[in-house]
């Protein structure tokens, strides 16, 4: 009897770890191309309002999905270069190459030509009633009737590449002179500390201004501008940014897309599911989604609570790779699991049942050196035993916890 139950004991420990091993290879966290209805287009920019999401496209005009990226139609705004688009309100606006700027006050239906038509429209920022636009060579426009009417305010003869807004503060990302500032709606502007630089992105985080540049990575100001730091994201071309609370997205060209929980202290390449690492163009958070537009690689999409699950506790060097007990344990729904990586590792993180089926995985990325936390909601799940596994390229373990609720 004693034999008969060792080796099944035997038999059961070694399905078990036969279906991790599986499992573990064969996990699948990642972008996936949501381009139904666009083919390889090059995607410039994103818009949301409500339920439309809006894309505009470098040569076949605006699309528009209303399940998330699942399905894309053409809207009839057709056939022109689209380098930005905002909203306000019911109001859409489209920035196009050397005709200005296009409007729909029925979600893409119609289009009508603005009296600011014959620019090449880079970039919008939307204050209330104000709506800033940054051209090619002509600087930056003001509207405060919805397109009706345009004035060129004092920066009047900049590539301005992006634009941003932070109370009264209107900031304009420029073409070999950095960052301008304006406090009074564009009636004068200021040079900012950052005054040497192509500006060609922003994103705003509280009092955190960040900014994405051409060559020299992604730079963070939180005096409004008076002095600007360059962070550890510092030798990429940065076309786009996204905030979604502490967590900052990067798409660069030719690089994908990075993320950084520390405002920029460190960064964690973000690209698996990529092909080829494409230039990020545009970014776009909703829904739980953030959704990257490539060059002629059309849309692609990924789960934001996947992509942000683990955060950096730290960046001290740690001596040796760890997996440390889950806490609290046992735990009811959520608990904590901390890991410790030496050096720059591609990094597995996976939860299963007591029979091997994979419940959730956690992590799957590149990392570098240090400290990292990742949280797991039991919530969905029921009471029992579960297992967790971390795998490096050098170092796998696997370690018990129970969900007890």
């Known amino acids: ?119 090449s429209v880079l970039s919008f920022a939307v204050s209330g009633n104000n709506i800033f636009v940054g051209t090619v060579s002509n600087g930056v426009y003001l509207s405060t009737n919805n397109g009706t009417s345009w004035t060129q305010t004092a920066l009047n003869n900049k590539y301005v590449y992006s634009l941003t807004t932070n109370g009264i503060n209107v900031f304009a990302g420029t073409s070999n002179y950095g960052i301008y500032l304006s406090t009074n ?24 201004i960040f900014a994405g540049t051409s060559q020299y990575g992604v730079y963070l100001s939180t005096n409004n501008g008076t002095s600007w730091t360059q962070t550890a994201l510092n030798n990429k071309w940065v076309r786009s940014l996204a905030v979604s609370g502490n967590n900052i997205f990067a798409g660069t060209d030719q690089y994908g897309v990075y993320l950084s929980t520390n405002n920029g202290t460190s960064w964690i390449e973000k690209n698996q599911g990529f092909n080829i690492l494409p230039a990020v163009g545009a970014l776009l958070i909703t829904n739980n989604y953030i959704f990257a537009g490539t060059n002629n690689k059309s849309i692609w999409r990924r789960d934001l609570s996947e992509i942000i ?28 699991i901390k890991f410790d990586i030496p050096k720059s590792s591609n990094v597995k993180l996976t939860v299963y049942d007591i029979t091997g089926k994979e419940i959730s995985i956690l992590a799957n990325q590149k990392v570098s050196t240090g400290s990292y936390e990742v949280e797991f909601n039991g919530e969905n799940n029921p009471s029992g035993v579960y297992f967790y596994r971390l795998t490096t390229d050098e170092f796998s373990e696997t370690k018990k916890m129970i969900l007890m609720k």
Do not use: R
């Open 185 to 208: 709606n564009g009636a004068s502007w200021t040079q900012t500390g950052l005054n040497s630089v192509s500006v060609l992105s922003f994103a705003v985080s509280g009092n955190n």
């Open 1 to 119: 009897m004693k034999k008969i139950i060792c080796k099944f004991f035997v038999l059961v420990s070694f399905l078990l770890i036969y279906n991790l091993t599986f499992n573990i290879e064969n996990c699948m966290c990642q972008w996936v191309q949501m381009s139904n209805g666009m083919n390889n287009n090059n995607v410039q920019a994103f818009a949301i309002s409500g339920n439309y999401i809006f894309a505009g496209t470098y040569g076949n005009g605006v699309y528009l999905t209303t399940n998330d990226g699942v399905n894309w139609n053409l809207t009839l705004l057709m056939n022109h270069y689209i380098y930005s688009l905002a909203i306000s309100g019911n109001y859409i606006f489209a920035g196009t190459s050397e005709y200005g700027i296009y409007l729909s006050t029925n979600n893409g239906t119609s289009w009508t030509q603005t009296a600011l038509n014959n620019k």
């Open 309 to 336: 699950g683990m955060q950096n506790i730290s960046t001290e060097i740690p001596s040796a790779y760890s997996l440390y007990q889950n806490y609290p344990n046992p735990f009811n729904p959520v608990t904590k």
